[in-house]
């Protein structure tokens, strides 16, 4: 096991998924440990979705202790993941769609899938597409990697710079509260003021974006009236 940026982080050749591999290590762990793999069998999505895992991208999960509401790590994450990418390639049109899809030019770069583990323990997995995108028959909405767009980066050194983000904006959600994260957080936001349709298990409800409240509720504005969605996918 190695250690990177104050996080325990072991790297596997192939797990099933590295969700899997933190939730077996939850029971156990007294640190908060990044899992990584090369190589992922049977990567989870959000809401019951394969994660198309293709070779070179980086998959990996982070297990801690979150003395916060879980909805805040979903902004935290996205936001981190966002930075990061700019830090490394600062010319590149970098948005997060809610709740937490990273774009590139309107394609999905990065998934986020949170899961609880043992012991009041937190899941976050991460993917990020470095090397290649899955084709357009395998997803839902259209994906780039950063290969595509000619930045080239390791698995190592992307997860390292994103953990330098991730312990920066914990740090201040700790230290303040959740106004800094959700403003940087919306200063990035795709869609802002825009028509957008959102995927809720039964239905879609359109209306203009108009941001997230103080829980990271998406605020859907129809005619005068403001709704707030909690889960769903968003589509322009
Ligand atoms: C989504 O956009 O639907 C979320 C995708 C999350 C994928 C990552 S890859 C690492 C971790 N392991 C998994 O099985 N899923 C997450």
Not at 4 to 27: I, R
Not at 168 to 190: G, M, N, V
Request: hydrophobic content about 45%; proline content about 3%.
């Amino acid at each position: 096991m190695a250690e990177l940026e104050g996080w325990q982080w072991s790297d596997y050749d192939v797990l099933t998924s590295t969700n899997d591999k933190a939730k077996e290590q939850s029971n156990l762990a007294t640190k908060p440990l990044v899992i990584s793999a090369i190589c992922q069998t049977k990567g989870r999505g959000r809401r019951g979705r394969t994660w198309v895992s293709k070779e070179g991208n980086l998959f990996f999960s982070q297990l801690l202790s979150f003395p916060m509401p879980l909805s805040d790590l979903v902004f935290i994450s996205s936001l981190s993941v966002a930075k990061a990418i700019l830090e490394i390639a600062p010319q590149l049109a970098v948005k997060i769609k809610w709740p937490n899809d990273v774009l590139i030019d309107g394609k999905k770069v990065c998934g986020i899938l949170l899961e609880t583990g043992e012991n009041a323990t937190a899941i976050i997995g991460i993917g990020i597409n470095l090397r290649q995108s899955p084709s357009a028959d395998d997803i839902l909405y259209p994906t780039t990697a950063l290969g595509d767009l000619g930045v080239e980066i390791s698995r190592d050194k992307f997860l390292k710079i994103y953990l330098q983000h991730f312990n920066y904006w914990t740090d201040i959600r700790l230290k303040q509260s959740f106004e800094p994260i959700r403003s940087a957080w919306l200063e990035l936001a795709a869609f802002l003021d825009e028509k957008i349709t959102v995927n809720c298990t039964a239905k879609n409800i359109s209306g203009i974006f108009k941001g997230i409240d103080e829980q990271g509720l998406l605020l859907l504005k129809q005619e005068e009236k403001i709704i707030y969605i909690a889960a769903g996918d968003v589509f322009a």
